[in-house]
């Protein structure tokens, strides 16, 4: 059975939709599956080994120069690489135009299906136009966890339950793995402080306090922008043994999240991929529904806050010395 997976966007949503691949092959271990994805987050849907095919879409690029030449050409050849392989299933679990067009233009098999949401999540940007290119659409409680999602959809199309814990596919890498110059030897704490709206922030003085509270723990600052950057290096100059670093590949960020001893966040996609390789994760939540994302599939993760409440430093403090007590 070849199976298509269309979720291109965001990181956090492409991490959220990779427990389907495990159910998947859970029910039909032989099925080959396929997935488009933006070509940004390709590395991470790479480390899953039971995606078969990846088609990189470059949407975010293209539509910059849509007149190009060159563009044009890689659009054709997005759309003949779709169409090289005969689906008998294609999800679509974003429930956008653009990801509907995609699953539109892939080819099914006589009798094959074309699968998507028959309504959005509270809050989300859900484009009811996406049901014109489906052949079953499947409705979901409006509160349906991020992470649930695509496993139901794909359940109720393909008959089974969904009843056991979300896989993500992520494999671990040993303790004693090559360590690129830009990571410390020894264990470190990381913030993923920065997010594309401010009202999800928690508090610059908050990151310092808690920075104190973790001395002498090396902290790590990633940063995606220039007034992220900014961000970073103020706390630094406060933060006992916190240090900036370079400008990561999406690669290296999972990377960092990955073999991080604590990492505290707020909801955003690298916390979230943390969260997925069960490190020892805070998730901090100040302006967004803490019920949509929050990572509730090991005991690791510990939630804090939630849609304006944002948590205290001395919760978060709490939480991460005892997830660092607990590991040792």
Request: proline fraction near 7%.
């Amino acid at each position: 059975m070849n199976i298509l997976l269309v979720r291109v966007s965001s990181l956090g949503d492409v991490l959220h939709n990779l427990p389907m691949v495990a159910d998947i092959r859970r029910h039909f271990p032989d099925a080959n599956i396929d997935w488009v994805v933006e070509e940004g987050y390709v590395s991470l849907v790479r480390l899953n080994p039971g995606v078969r095919h990846i088609i990189p879409f470059a949407l975010r690029r293209w539509r910059k120069r849509l007149g190009d030449k060159a563009v044009r050409a890689e659009i054709r050849a997005f759309f003949r690489q779709l169409r090289e392989v005969e689906y008998d299933y294609v999800f679509d679990t974003q429930g956008l135009l653009k990801t509907g067009i995609i699953m539109g233009a892939a080819r099914v098999r006589k009798g094959g299906k074309k699968v998507g949401l028959a309504n959005g999540s509270e809050g989300s940007g859900y484009e009811g136009i996406s049901r014109i290119f489906h052949t079953q659409s499947i409705p979901l409680d409006p509160r349906t966890h991020a992470v649930a999602r695509g496993r139901l959809v794909a359940g109720a199309a393909l008959g089974y339950a969904v009843d056991t814990p979300a896989d993500f596919g992520l494999p671990q890498i040993p303790e004693d793995a090559a360590r690129p110059d830009w990571m410390p030897a020894g264990p470190y704490a990381v913030y993923f402080h920065g997010t594309a709206r401010d009202a999800k922030k928690w508090a610059p003085e908050h990151w310092i306090a808690l920075g104190r509270e973790l001395a002498p723990m090396t902290i790590l600052l990633p940063w995606g922008s220039p007034k992220e950057l900014a961000e970073a290096e103020a706390l630094a100059a406060a933060i006992p043994n916190a240090r900036v670093l370079p400008k990561l590949s999406m690669a290296d960020a999972v990377l960092l999240a990955r073999r991080a001893a604590l990492a505290v966040g707020v909801d955003t996609g690298l916390t979230h991929i943390a969260a997925a390789f069960s490190r020892p994760v805070v998730e901090i939540y100040c302006d967004s529904p803490r019920w949509k994302t929050e990572g509730n599939w090991s005991p690791r993760i510990v939630n804090l806050g939630d849609r304006g409440s944002p948590p205290s430093v001395d919760e978060v403090a709490a939480a991460a010395l005892g997830l660092l007590k607990a590991e040792h």
